[in-house]
């Protein structure tokens, strides 16, 4: 099974300042046929279901606003939020999903 | 519009079978995957398993194989994921999904509480 670990487990940002989270995987989930990487990222507010971000590493889902950036291929990716919101306030978890599926183990994100 | 809408809240003792369902709408419940992630209390997410409807191809996390079966009936478009018998380690919030891999969409949960 894929490993998928997360840093920090948290990180305290002032507003409009910038939030990066870094994902890693144990074995590369770029697919060299489409060179696609499988890994996605998700938003999880406290009592709610979590909210898909990012696909395919960098792909944002419909109506995610463009402050929420994905980068990275292979083993190693970037969740970027630009200009923090104090709506932003959750926790993010990366996801791969080249074999079955793994989430990481979640960072949570609050305001400084 | 598209929607999950799953089972509610259950409360059961330990050994006891459960059955959850997650019915969908608004799209083409057969042509997505679609998924259960457990989320114990205070704890992050784990994908425990996935099933396409369409020909019912299922596929299990190693940590969940044996432990739970995921099902699906189209004919109602509604997936299931059951045990046989509970343990209190699974009280968790139990929440489907669907999308092509990844999660486009989730339903609301369902807490299932295993208490004697």
């Known amino acids: 099974d894929i490993v998928m670990t997360q840093s920090p487990d948290s990180l305290a940002v002032s507003l409009g300042e910038t939030a990066t989270i870094n994902c890693k995987s144990s074995?590369?989930?770029?697919?060299?046929?489409?060179?696609?990487?499988?890994l996605a990222w998700y938003q999880q507010k406290p009592g709610r279901p979590p909210k898909l971000l990012i696909y395919w590493a960098s792909t944002r889902a419909s109506g995610v606003p463009d402050r929420f950036s994905g980068s990275g291929s292979g083993t190693d990716f970037t969740l970027t939020i630009s200009s923090l919101q104090a709506e932003d306030v959750a926790v993010y978890y990366c996801?791969?999903?080249?074999?079955?599926?793994?989430f990481g183990q979640g960072t949570k994100v609050e305001i400084k | 519009e598209v929607q999950l809408v799953q089972s509610g809240a259950e409360v059961k003792k330990p050994g006891e079978p459960l059955k959850i369902s997650c019915k969908g709408s608004?799209?083409?419940?057969?042509?997505?995957?679609i998924g259960w992630v457990r989320q114990m209390p205070g704890k992050g997410l784990e994908w425990m398993g996935i099933i396409y409807p369409g020909d019912s191809d299922t596929k299990y996390s190693p940590s969940f194989q044996g432990q739970v079966t995921i099902s699906a009936d189209k004919s109602i478009s509604t997936a299931y994921l059951q045990w046989s018998s509970l343990k209190a380690s699974d009280t968790a919030i139990y929440y489907c999904a669907f999308g092509e891999l990844y999660f486009d969409y989730w339903g609301q949960g369902t807490l299932v509480t295993v208490s004697s």
């Open positions: 074995q590369s989930v770029l697919y060299s046929s489409n060179n696609k990487n499988y």
């Open positions: 608004g799209y083409s419940f057969t042509s997505y995957w």
């Open positions: 996801q791969q999903y080249y074999t079955t599926g793994t």
